[in-house]
Structure formats: structure tokens, C-alpha cells
């Protein structure tokens, strides 16, 4: 009779093996077919002004990682003019290819002729390269750059058409009634990082304070929130790219916390963090898995006269729709 039950656990074994390795493909092929072209706009409404300034809605862009050939992420990108944002923001990682920055311009179209702000990421100055994806694992594993990219002609078109670049630079501007500061730093994910450049407090009559960074380094916040900004606004995670149901993100790629990969979360008692899943992946990586591409419209609403405590939370609303 035990020869009998061993007999039969093998062909039961390799029916679980075959069962496995089809749901693995199955898988793949929804990352890397369907969900890493699900494109999705999530909402969200902060409460980040002074009582009784007017709202302000800031489209948040993030990690295009553009080549010529995505016609499909070019066409959702041009439909995002339709949603007449008052402030448009990228915070890098918009090319993957040397010949990627016409179809960038193309793609932000009406975008660029409203009033915007940019910082670039490791992926603006150098192409991707195929990495073991093991290294994500280690925060400190030795980096090696692609092939350098045209990062300065992506630069003047952004310029010429009206955005401001905030690189280590602090930008006063007025948006829909509302006097915004906006400051960044060069990707901190790379050491460019130089916030001494920026440092301190802006003006007191400014109603809004605006910190860009690709990478959303906890040195980088830290200094943000010392020097009294509102609200930044980050990429660079991918939202974790491949997460698990029940777990989410393995790794963020940076220094800030799993919860923290995507969407809204306080930074110390003041400040908002807001981190975008992005919009695009690696060649070399085409794939998300419960992790859709996206890119955020973030309303920003009077905060109560009483800052809420800790314990009350942060009184973030979203929502999401998918544009396929």
C-alpha cells in the first residue's frame, strides 16, 4: 500500500508544479500586458492652506520613463490637459531613450502651456541598463549608469515653454490667487542632491511652500519640514512596482518606509508627503503588478484654523479612475 501512495504523489506533484508555473505566467503576462497599461488619475484633497484661500489643483507627474515607440502612454498623457489643472508638476525619470524627448513634449502638450514646475531624476541624466532586480533588496548596492541622455534639450523645452525649473533653486509665483514658494533638489538618489542651496524659510507673505525631490530621501523631508514647507512632492518608487495583495510594496528603491510608497502621509507634524506611483517602468522591467501606473490630481483646500493633532489623522480624501 506505500508503494501505491508513493506512486501516486508524483504525477500530484508535478500537477501542482504545472498549476504554478501556469498561474506564474498568467502573472507575468497581466503585469506586463494589461496592468502596466492601466493607466489611472488618483484624487486626492489635502488641506494644506491658510483658512479662507482659495483652492488650488496641482497635477502631480511623475516617472514617464518615456521611449518613442509607447503611443498608448503618449495619448493618456495628452488627455490629461482636459482636466485644466491650475499647476502642473513633474518630479523626473522622464526619458528611457536618447530619442525620447519630442515624444515627452508631445505627450505633456497642453500641459506645458499652463504654469509648471520640474526636477529631474537619475533617468534625465543616464538610460536604463538591465539590473538584477536582487540589488532593490540592498539600499547600498553599487549603482552602475547607462548611456548619458539628452537631459539639457529636455531641459530648454520644458523652460521655453513657461516651466520653471526648481533645481536648487527657490521660485516665488502667483497661481489662481494663491502666492506659492516652490523649491527642489537634483535627484537625492544619486547624491545631487545640495539643499544648503535652498535652506531657510521663504517669504511670510508666501500662502503655500511647495518642496520638489525625485527621490523622497528622509535627509531631504527632514530639511523640507524644518524650514516650514507645506507639502512635497516626490516619484522615483514606482509604488513598489511588483506588490503582493495584503503586503504591497517589497522595497521603495530609497530610505522611506514601505507605507510611505505611494500616495499622502504626514512628515513630521506639518508637512505633507505626497509620493507618485508613476507613470512608466524600465525597459528592461515592463512589468507592474497591484500597482498600477498613474499620475495625481491633488486638491488643495483651506486647513482648519486648529492643526489637527497626530491622533486625528491627516483628513486626506482619494478617489481613482482608470483610463485605458
Known amino acids: 500500500m506505500a508503494r501505491?501512495?508513493?506512486?501516486?504523489?508524483?504525477?500530484?506533484?508535478?500537477?501542482?508544479?504545472?498549476?504554478?508555473?501556469?498561474?506564474?505566467?498568467?502573472?507575468?503576462?497581466?503585469?506586463?500586458?494589461?496592468?502596466?497599461?492601466?493607466?489611472?488619475?488618483?484624487?486626492?484633497?489635502?488641506?494644506?492652506?491658510?483658512?479662507?484661500v482659495p483652492s488650488l489643483r496641482i497635477l502631480h507627474v511623475s516617472d514617464l520613463h518615456m521611449t518613442p515607440a509607447q503611443r498608448q502612454k503618449q495619448a493618456w498623457l495628452q488627455q490629461l490637459n482636459a482636466l485644466e489643472p491650475d499647476l502642473v508638476v513633474n518630479t523626473g525619470d522622464n526619458l528611457s531613450h536618447a530619442r525620447a524627448v519630442p515624444h515627452v513634449v508631445q505627450a505633456l502638450g497642453g500641459l506645458l502651456s499652463r504654469p509648471g514646475a520640474f526636477v529631474f531624476g537619475s533617468n534625465d541624466y543616464f538610460g536604463p541598463r538591465l539590473k538584477n532586480p536582487l540589488k532593490y533588496f540592498k539600499k547600498d548596492h553599487e549603482r552602475v549608469y547607462g548611456e548619458p541622455l539628452p537631459w539639457q534639450d529636455l531641459r530648454a523645452a520644458f523652460k521655453e515653454q513657461g516651466w520653471l525649473d526648481a533645481t536648487h533653486t527657490r521660485r516665488e509665483l502667483e497661481v489662481a490667487g494663491v502666492r506659492i514658494s516652490i523649491a527642489g533638489v537634483d535627484d537625492p538618489h544619486i547624491e545631487r542632491d545640495r539643499y544648503d542651496a535652498i535652506a531657510g524659510r521663504s517669504?511670510?507673505?508666501?500662502?503655500?511652500?511647495?518642496?520638489?525631490?525625485?527621490?523622497?530621501?528622509?535627509?531631504?523631508?527632514?530639511?523640507?519640514?524644518?524650514?516650514?514647507?507645506?507639502?512635497?512632492?516626490?516619484?522615483?518608487?514606482?509604488?513598489?512596482?511588483?506588490?503582493?495583495?495584503?503586503?504591497?510594496?517589497?522595497?521603495?528603491?530609497?530610505?522611506?518606509?514601505?507605507?510611505?510608497?505611494?500616495?499622502?502621509?504626514?512628515?513630521?507634524?506639518?508637512?505633507?508627503?505626497?509620493?507618485?506611483?508613476?507613470?512608466?517602468?524600465?525597459?528592461?522591467?515592463?512589468?507592474?503588478?497591484?500597482?498600477r501606473p498613474e499620475a495625481s490630481l491633488l486638491t488643495l483646500v483651506s486647513r482648519p484654523d486648529r492643526a489637527p493633532s497626530v491622533e486625528e489623522g491627516h483628513a486626506v480624501s482619494q478617489s481613482e479612475a482608470t483610463v485605458r
Open 203 to 291: 517669504d511670510s507673505r508666501t500662502q503655500l511652500r511647495i518642496g520638489l525631490t525625485h527621490s523622497p530621501e528622509p535627509r531631504v523631508l527632514d530639511r523640507f519640514a524644518d524650514d516650514g514647507y507645506d507639502l512635497v512632492l516626490a516619484g522615483h518608487t514606482h509604488g513598489g512596482q511588483l506588490c503582493l495583495p495584503g503586503v504591497g510594496a517589497l522595497v521603495t528603491n530609497c530610505g522611506i518606509d514601505r507605507s510611505r510608497v505611494k500616495g499622502t502621509s504626514r512628515w513630521g507634524s506639518r508637512m505633507y508627503l505626497h509620493v507618485s506611483a508613476g507613470i512608466g517602468t524600465s525597459p528592461f522591467a515592463p512589468a507592474r503588478f497591484f500597482c
Open 4 to 52: 501505491i501512495t508513493r506512486q501516486l504523489a508524483v504525477p500530484s506533484a508535478l500537477g501542482t508544479a504545472s498549476m504554478v508555473g501556469a498561474a506564474g505566467a498568467a502573472a507575468l503576462a497581466y503585469a506586463t500586458m494589461v496592468e502596466r497599461n492601466a493607466f489611472t488619475l488618483r484624487k486626492f484633497t489635502l488641506p494644506v492652506l491658510p483658512p479662507r
